[in-house]
């Protein structure tokens, strides 16, 4: 499965079958996340629960998590378990937790992200089975009540606006209900506040890069990622820094950065950045070489 088609074909489900999947299907799942858990998440201060059981958190969390604060009814969940609030925790959790999402979308799966908020102690406790830590985002997962059709998993959405260029990579364009920020609006070349040309980005060879990653998905579709060109990288940045769910979603950026990158052929190497700087508009977190 091309990067690219998972960028733009990937949807969250709001309706699921209420069937639990295959044992097969779940074991795959679990040897993933254990995989992460182990090579990652342990010494960074993170873990991913399976929650096989999804009628038990369904009536647990029902009327207080959920996707637009409405609970998502699924067989399963993944919950993110983190060790205390801390931004580069909190980027590497939603980096990890989105590579979660392309698994299950390449096993012909489908998930949604479910934010927790305001959990008692008592709840967060049988969520994560008596381990220390918090909770504040899972994964509802299974099977879509409507399948998407085949025709419709190859179809590529880049949206227009008034200072959208056609660009020369052959992206097809459809109407769609999706809103995005343009990349013009979004990448900006050297300063933070200096839009960067088409020019440039096209003399660089990272438009059809930039395109694709604008659809990256964000916690109710705030998109608070913005890119800064520099000389061979770029600096991810968030806006509005005091939003702690603006570093998960700077982690979904970082993964589908990475794996656009390399599907292209450009360096993918990143790493975090402890901003400092106390700017409350905007805050710095991660160099990505390019």
Not at 132 to 141: D, E, M, N, R, S
Not at 183 to 202: C, H, K, R, Y
Not at 271 to 289: M, P, Q, T, W
Request: proline fraction near 3%; charge should be negative; hydrophobic fraction near 35%.
């Amino acid at each position: 499965m091309k990067f690219r088609e998972f960028t733009v074909n990937n949807h969250s489900t709001r309706e699921f079958l209420d069937e639990s999947l295959e044992e097969k299907e779940l074991n795959e799942i679990k040897t993933y996340l254990d995989e992460v858990n182990n090579t990652i998440g342990k010494e960074n201060g993170f873990a991913f629960v399976l929650m096989r059981n999804g009628d038990a958190v369904y009536k647990l969390l029902e009327g207080i998590g959920g996707y637009n604060g409405l609970m998502i009814k699924s067989p399963h969940y993944i919950g993110l378990q983190m060790d205390k609030l801390d931004h580069e925790i909190e980027l590497l959790g939603g980096f990890y937790m989105q590579s979660i999402v392309k698994k299950i979308y390449d096993l012909e799966l489908d998930s949604c992200w479910v934010t927790l908020k305001e959990l008692t102690p008592e709840q967060e406790n049988v969520l994560l089975e008596g381990r220390k830590g918090i909770i504040q985002h899972a994964l509802a997962f299974g099977k879509a009540e409507k399948q998407v059709e085949n025709s419709d998993r190859h179809t590529t959405i880049i949206n227009c606006d008034a200072k959208y260029e056609q660009n020369p990579y052959g992206l097809t364009v459809i109407t769609t209900d999706e809103t995005r920020e343009s990349v013009i609006d979004t990448i900006f070349l050297q300063n933070w506040g200096n839009p960067a040309p088409f020019s440039e980005m096209q003399k660089r060879g990272v438009l059809d890069l930039l395109y694709y990653v604008r659809n990256s998905p964000s916690y109710q579709n705030t998109q608070p990622c913005r890119l800064i060109l520099k000389d061979g990288y770029a600096q991810l940045v968030v806006i509005n820094p005091e939003n702690e769910d603006n570093y998960i979603d700077a982690g979904v950026m970082l993964f589908m950065l990475e794996g656009l990158a390399k599907e292209l052929s450009f360096p993918s190497n990143w790493h975090y950045i402890n901003d400092e700087s106390g700017n409350k508009d905007y805050r710095l977190v991660a160099h990505f070489d390019l």
